[in-house]
């Protein structure tokens, strides 16, 4: 069944957390995938393993021209501390992101702008002023009936 339930001040805590900065400019169809199993690879290669699911962060900022630039960022946790993180990797032991709104989304995978789009209406409704940034926790996905669970987390302006 569809749903996206909303909550306030929800903190978002990963531990052992390799971030890897995404070029949007190349033109690799295929980028994302690939950048995700590179990653994967990278944790692997290092004597550690995965946990968890993938973990996307976007933000969009303005250049030295006034020109949008979208930060995206994918994330990975891994079950212990990677030293030693060469580019265009770093390693976060803790990430804490206090006070943000969250929602939790069940539906169609082409869907999720939604659960961005019923998180802003919120906000707009109850006075919140968010930073403009979010995290995009992939919890689950069938690929049989192409629906997925994923969490929203979107701090809000301290």
Do not use: W
């Amino acid at each position: 069944m569809n749903s996206i339930n909303i909550y306030e001040n929800k903190t978002l805590k990963l531990q052992n957390v390799i971030v890897r900065r995404l070029d949007l400019e190349s033109d690799d169809q295929n980028l994302f995938d690939s950048e995700i199993n590179k990653i994967s690879t990278y944790i692997q290669t290092h004597g550690a393993n995965q946990i968890g699911p993938l973990i996307q962060y976007s933000k969009v900022e303005l250049d030295e021209n006034n020109e949008p630039d979208i930060n995206m960022q994918f994330m990975l946790q891994a079950n212990k501390f990677i030293h030693n993180v060469e580019q265009p990797y770093r390693m976060e032991s803790l990430l804490r992101v206090k006070n943000c709104l969250y929602a939790r989304y069940n539906g169609p995978d082409d869907k999720l702008k939604f659960a961005y789009d019923k998180l802003g209406v919120y906000a707009f409704e109850n006075d919140i002023e968010l930073d403009g940034c979010n995290y995009t926790i992939y919890v689950d996905r069938n690929e049989e009936e192409e629906t997925m669970v994923a969490d929203v987390f979107m701090p809000v302006k301290e």
